[in-house]
């Protein structure tokens, strides 16, 4: 899996922690001598009136034409006249799909064993849309929308992935028997994929029940597939059952077969700068990317050092009760290469 | 707390295992002679015209005229043509909020201790409005209303909840990030209402942020307050953590102090009529009744009773891993009374 011309991937450090966990990711891929050239870009001070954010209209275009791109944590900046730069990135790049695979790391303890499951969250619309109004003073309506297009793309995203992934089974969430138009015409569109599908297993659970069954027992979900705001909801509910945000892969899909990784986590100002940082998310995400690139070989090694680092506990930041600092974890897990 | 006649109480036992709770919870209050006198009402099997539902206008006066009730679990029938039973009695009783205390209970093990937070949802509009429409083909709205009126009830009664209950702190759990018009009036008139209790703490907290909380310190939180599917979530997540929504109260407060009270767990057709159902949820809300009705004496007789019952271990229900019947765990607690 090596071509002789490297890979280039747009790599957006982002803020806070972001640029030291960026250069984990940059050591570790030397070490493991992925040849990948990066094409850095950074969150602006002012706004790209092109991309309407603090995003380079040449950083959208870098991703674009890479195809795939890495990025860490970043904060919009508060007040008008610019729109959120996750938002951004996901409707310019109309990254359709948002994956979170979530699996209990050995050696690392919580209350839960053996979480496996992937949550596939729709990533473009619901109440996302954006689209409110007041209709008389002190009366609002935020419209959620659904459409047959993406809830489709989505599905197909979704029972592709499970199949491609060695998955048994996929749970469509909703909360259909209330919202019985918008969600029931995810529900419908997840029915007419799954016929496609026969050797993947097929269920619909309400949200409410979902959560309830995921801290009972998340053993029972393998992928999961749903709406935006469900999917912000669950993805995070399930990083909560394995340790948290940073320790969990996300990698968002678009049309084309673009892709963009990303450490979903914050860019946890308070620790910025002070080498305190851990890289895991950020890594395991790059884990993810290469994946995609189908660089499976270099994908499986790097991902195994890293479990193996955290298994064997010596090198922990902060976050995982440890006293390692991002370097000493990241060469941790470059000698376990 | 005993006056000179009995209190009146509109009963619906519900369906499934309905009947067979309620008669535990009929049996318990016997036995710890709390004079009630319950007026019981069944869901019916033809539509009530003026209630548009199962449910019979008769029993709707009877707890408007009551000013309390106690109801099983009622499960709606699939078809057209009739309203869900819980939303009806949401509508027509004005039941703007739903309140669930959610605490470990002693002696019972999950994966988590000390639990004890309180939910309370905004209970009648939010994404439960019933306004959703197809746009053109393939294109459908749903819409989420939030009022200032309903946000500020539900605010004041979550604060005053609070006060009155010896709790600390109210977090208000939002997307206001995403939904800024919507989730920023509740956000609003939350800080509102907070400035009146300088006593109590206040945060606010996003709802994925919130969801990861839970599940790795639930302890951190007290009284949350939400818009209505937030609350739907969010209460049977906290239900899981304690095991689940048989273990767990629900008390519906409307204008004027009408309360009902409810297990929200479902009518359990596999076990109805089996002798087999617990009936934990519906004796808890009993209890949250009798609070209310200011029986306090009785309430906490009763309460005791019942988490002795279940920290003794001797007779528990299926559900729980044991093998007593309903009628055993009923008598264990009449015993321990
Ligand atoms: C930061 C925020 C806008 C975002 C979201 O709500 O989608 C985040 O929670 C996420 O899950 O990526
Ligand atoms: C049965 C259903 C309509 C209901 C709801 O969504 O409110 C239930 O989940 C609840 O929490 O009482």
């Not at 340790?243 to 963009?260: D, R, Y």
Request: aromatic share 6%.
């Amino acid at each position: 899996a090596s071509s002789s011309n490297p890979i280039r991937v747009t790599l957006f450090p982002g803020d806070g922690i972001g640029p030291e966990i960026a250069e984990s990711v940059k050591q570790v891929f030397s070490e493991a001598e992925v040849r990948v050239e990066w094409e850095e870009h950074y969150v602006r001070k002012k706004v790209d009136p092109r991309t309407q954010s603090f995003l380079t209209w040449e950083s959208l275009e870098s991703v674009r034409r890479n195809g795939v791109g890495l990025k860490g944590p970043m904060a919009t900046p508060i007040g008008k006249g610019h729109r959120s730069l996750n938002l951004t990135l996901r409707k310019e790049l109309g990254l359709f799909a948002n994956v979170r695979p979530c699996y209990s790391l050995p050696g690392y303890k919580t209350r839960y064993d053996d979480v496996n499951l992937v949550t596939i969250r729709e990533n473009t619309e619901g109440e996302y849309s954006g689209l409110e109004h007041q209709v008389v003073k002190g009366v609002v309506e935020s419209l959620k929308v659904i459409t047959r297009q993406a809830s489709l793309r989505v599905a197909e995203y979704a029972f592709h992935y499970a199949k491609t992934h060695g998955r048994q089974r996929v749970s469509v969430i909703h909360k259909a028997n209330i919202m019985k138009l918008s969600d029931g015409l995810f529900l419908k569109c997840c029915r007419e994929v799954a016929k496609k599908y026969p050797e993947i297993a097929y269920e619909e659970v309400i949200i409410d029940n979902c959560c309830m069954m995921l801290v009972k027992n998340p053993t029972l979900f393998d992928v999961l597939v749903m709406p935006n705001l469900y999917g912000d909801i669950i993805s995070d509910l399930s990083a909560g059952l394995i340790g948290g945000l940073g320790l969990t892969p996300s990698m968002n899909i678009g049309e084309g077969g673009i892709a963009l990784a990303e450490a979903v986590h914050g860019s946890a100002p308070d620790i910025a700068g002070k080498n305190l940082a851990n890289p895991t998310a950020l890594l395991l995400s790059a884990v993810e990317m290469l994946r995609h690139l189908n660089l499976n070989n270099k994908a499986e090694q790097i991902h195994k050092a890293i479990l193996k680092t955290i298994s064997e506990g010596k090198y922990r930041t902060g976050d995982l009760g440890g006293t390692a600092s991002t370097t000493d974890f990241t060469k941790a897990v470059c000698d376990n290469l």
